[in-house]
């Protein structure tokens, strides 16, 4: 199947630094990706769909400000954690659509101190 | 979003067929019917996909009843690396696609 490549793999940070996560579709083109989150035992959980060239759409309860999605080309999708605060600790995943199926990416484990 | 309901959790031993069914009873016309297994600490991995009747794959089969309300996973002789959270999720591809994911089922391959 298709490939999409999440870096990095987990990052650790400082309370009130940012973080930049990168989603690349390495085979394909995306014109469209997504940001989930997924809390340990949980499923995973929509946080905004992320289309090339505009603003990306975020679900209710979702701070934009918080979390920056920038969609800049068919391949890659970023998604910066703003501020980082120890709630913001948790494994964050890309997908990215080709036709009719999403692929994801493997995660970045945050942790924020 | 089709909301999509799963058991929480399955155990079997290795060898034998799995079979995990999902319900999904406000399935609109566009939408595709998709399972994923992921691991811990993994991002979801493809299984197969369907629209209607039945699909196979090299790794598992899926079976589509005509009223497409329900969908059946089937792993053939499991092993315990099939040991994984397995999702069923519905959305519609022709539109922005976005997927809900449920509580997935747990299965547990045990030896």
């Known amino acids: 199947g298709a490939v999409v490549s999440q870096h990095p793999s987990w990052v650790i940070c400082k309370s009130g630094t940012s973080v930049k996560i990168e989603c690349r579709s390495l085979d394909f083109q995306a014109t469209t990706m997504f940001w989930y989150r997924q809390f340990p035992k949980q499923s995973l959980m929509l946080m905004a769909t992320?289309?090339?060239?505009?603003?990306?759409?975020?679900e209710q309860g979702v701070e934009k400000d918080k979390f920056l999605i920038n969609h800049a080309s068919l391949t890659l999708s970023t998604l910066t954690v703003t501020s980082a605060h120890p709630e913001d600790s948790s494994f964050y995943i890309c997908s990215a659509r080709t036709g009719e199926k999403l692929f994801f990416g493997s995660g970045t484990q945050l942790s924020v101190l | 979003l089709a909301k999509t309901t799963q058991p929480i959790s399955m155990d079997s031993y290795e060898g034998q067929e799995v079979n995990i069914t999902c319900s999904h009873n406000?399935?609109?016309?566009?939408?595709?019917i998709t399972w994923y297994q992921q691991f811990p600490s993994q991002g979801p991995r493809f299984i197969i996909q369907?629209?209607?009747t039945k699909v196979t794959n090299e790794v598992a089969s899926l079976f589509i009843p005509a009223d497409r309300k329900s969908s059946t996973l089937s792993l053939p002789r499991v092993s315990l690396s099939d040991t994984a959270v397995y999702y069923c999720?519905?959305?519609?591809?022709?539109?922005?696609?976005?997927?809900?994911f449920g509580a997935g089922t747990t299965v547990t391959v045990r030896a």
């Open positions: 992320s289309n090339e060239g505009s603003k990306a759409t975020y």
């Open positions: 999720l519905v959305g519609d591809a022709t539109n922005d696609y976005k997927l809900s």
């Open positions: 369907g629209y209607k």
């Open positions: 406000n399935i609109a016309t566009n939408d595709y």
